[in-house]
Every structure is written in structure tokens, then in C-alpha cells.
RNA sequence: GGAGAAAUGGCAGAGCGGUUGAAUGCACUGGUCUUGAAAACCAGCAUACCGAGAGGUAUCGGGGGUUCGAAUCCCUCUUUCUCCGCCA
């Protein structure tokens, strides 16, 4: 969510700057502007108002105890009127509020000046690759298919127990995404996350929060009976850890990691899109999220960007590194890289990471702030990103790692597993 | 799931329905004193919003109500504790 007080202040600048995202919201600017002017001005008038009631009711008060009851009354009927001023002025306050709260959560976060323009994934700028491509002597086979040949996925028994897109990992396919598991998660602690393993379904207040809610609300798996989500990330639970909280210095860098399942309905996706481990609908992934004092995020973002390619690097995958686009942007970013691997008997590029700057827009739904030097309480900025999501880089590993034999393992995996190959 | 008790500032803990945004203690910050420290003493110390400022308004777990006036009374939700039941 946008401060409104940025929107006072700098409302044209930021209408330049979203038109980024190839969406023109000089409309919801220009109306929140405008609403919140005679917000503040019925505000004002309120309040005058109440503070003359609160006024009358202490003079009545100071009366009543002097025993002057008679002369009370008198003040007591004087009241009478203040009120329904008071409370008609208080209606138009509070529908107001909610007028403007309603179209600050249909703004999005402004991209960043380095983000490019542009309305699809066409437009995304790639801004580094690294690696080659992977010759095979044969036949290449698709994941699925070598899933099936040495029993490590079974895809039809999840729709059989679940439904689509809920698969069982079952022996070495089980292990190898355990040791992928470990390895991301000590690799975190290494550069200084402090590990948590947060629950899985949140509260609506949380929800909010981080921006699930109310926009993307059938994304999420929703258990009705008690209001709780199923997470989609970890970013949800970890980043809430610091709702509603004031840090009390300037010196902080929160570094968190966690890995959990997470649960995504996907509605609306199809073809080969959502083949075999490409798309499903809960899966394993290893979040990292850093809360930052604003002088320091573009530096942690960096270290971030640098986290995930040594993964890929040390996974010795193919792997390239796009900026994407301001139509590409998720609703809560300022900026956003994506990493995608290189699935070679797919022939595509997959996503196995998205590394994020929000600024100051979820740390203000969040009310997530901190002194500075003067005292003042001012928001942080918070940031994420997967470090990594576990399907797709099971999926490229099967790929790349194939022979005709079998599968290799990665040499940096060979630490957490008990075999070395797949046959 | 049933029965009972409770929820106040960073913590502890007062608070007859009427200058209570809230006593007091601890913690914290600044100052005096001291060669330095401790102690003692003095002062300061919640958040948000509106306002150039003076100041104003709101907030005592959340929401609603009674009242001229609510931390204080009523309803409701949430959470915690104790007891019972069930259970990995």
C-alpha cells in the first residue's frame, strides 16, 4: 500500500512512474487526492466538535460534584445537539476512510527508475546468462517421463489420493528433494538467515499484511471453518513476525529463512504449462526474507540476486537472470529478478526464483517501522526471495543430469545423500 | 469440547462512571554531584492522525452498546491461566 502521505506529495511523480506497468491510475490518484482533502477537512471539523463536547461534559462533571445538579441538566440538554452533529460528521468520516482505503489496495507499488516499461514478459530484460547448454548423446527425456522410469515421482497416486497437482516424491526422488531441502537451508545459515519453520496457515490479519489480501484471495486455500489460509509462501508467516512492530534503533538487518510446503489453488492455468513438476499445487520451497533499514535495501537485494546464483552455480545449472518489466511486476514490488534454469530436454526456461524489493509498500500495511536518529518512527523495507523452490530445480537436475545409464547427482548434494546416482 | 478466572504503558502493578493518557515501582534517556563509576537527587520517557505552530482528537486485548461523560457498567469475539474431558 501506498503512504498517503507520498500521494500528497508527490502524486504526479508516482502516476509517472506506474505508468510502467502499462496501467494509467491517474484516476485513483487523482480520487484519493481529492477524498482525502475533504477527509481531512471533516476530520478537523469533528474533532472541533468533539473536543467542545468533551468540554461541556467535564464543565457538567465539575457540577455535578459541586452539587449544582440543577444547572447540569441545563448543560446536559446543551449537549444534546453537539451530538448529532458529532455523529453525522463522524458517518461521513468513516465512509470516507473506507472510500480511500478501497482504492489505496487497488494501487500497486511504484517500479523503481532502473525497472523497464513494458506490458508482458516480452519486455523483461535479461540481464545476465550463465552456462551451457547441456548436449546429450541420446534422447533427452522430459522429467516426468524419467520420474516414471526410475520411480522417484508418482504423479497419477497424488490425483488418486489429492488430485492433480499433488504428487508423491517416493525414494531417491524423496531423498533428493530432502537433500536440496538442506543444502538451500545451510547455504542460508552460511550467509547469516536465522532459520524458522513458521505455521502453515495464517490468519486473515496476516493475509493483509503481506498483500495476499484482499486482491488475490482465490489463490490461496481458504479453510472456512476457522478463517485460516494456507500459506502460498513462507514470506507470509515470516514477514508478519514483525506486524505491528516499532524496531527500536536503526541498526537492524533481519535476516530470515524458512522452508515450508506451500499451497497455491492456480486457477486458471493449463497445458504443458502445468506438466509434470512444472506447476503444482503445493510445493516445497525455501524463502528468504530481510527486513532493512531504506539505506541499506538496495544493497541487500544485491546480496540476494548473489545468494541465488551461487545455488544455481553450485547446482551447475544453466541459468539466466531477468528484470522484469513493469507489467511483469507483482503487485506488492518495486523490483523484481527472476531466475530461470534452463530445462533442456523441455526446451524452456522455468522460474526458480523471484528475488524482490517492496520498499516501503508492505512494510506500510504491516505497520512494520523504526526509530531513526530523531526519534521518529519511520517504515522499513522489506524483501524476499526463494532461495529456491524446489520443484523446477528437481525437474532441471533430472533433465541436465541425465544419461543414458541413469541420473548424476550434483557433487555439492553428495553430502546430504547416502547414493551418488540414480539408475 | 465443558466450567471458572483474567487481559491496563518496555516490564511489574494501582485505578468509587466525572480535569486519568492513566498513580507507583523497575528499566531506559539526559542532567547535577564525582578524578571515574556506583549511589543519591532533578528532569524526560506510548502510538497514530489532523495542524506551520499553539494545540486538538483517538487509543487501557478487538468490536458493539448504555451515558452528557466509560480503563471503570452491559453484550460479543479473541487470547491467556486453572480444573475436567479428549488426544499425537
Redesign the pocket.
Known sequence: MLE??RIRAEKDALIEGLKKRGVDFSNQLNQISTLDESW?SK??EM??I??E??????E???L??SGKKEE?EVA?KQ??EL?KKEQSLKDEVIELEAKIQELLYEVPNVPLEIVPAGKSEEDNITIEEVGQKVKFSGEALPHWELAKKYDLIDFELGVKVTGAGFPFYKGKGAKLQRALINFFLAEAEKAGYTEYIPPLMVNEASGIGTGQLPDKEGQMYHATKDNLYLIPTSEVPLTNIYRDT?LPDENFSIKMTGYTPNFRREAGSYGSDVRGLNRLHQFDKVELVRIEHPNNSQKALEEMVNHVKGLLEKLGLQYRILRLCGGDLGFTSAITYDFEVYSAAQEKWLEVSSVSLFETFQANRLKL?F?NDKKK?QLCHTLNGSALALPRILAALLENYQTPEGIEIPEVLEDYLNFKEIK
Open positions: 498517503i502521505t481531512r476530520k478537523t474533532e472541533t468533539q473536543s463536547s468533551n468540554k461541556v461534559s467535564k457538567i462533571g465539575k455535578m460534584g447540569a446536559k449537549t444534546a451530538k516499532i517501522r526509530k518512527t
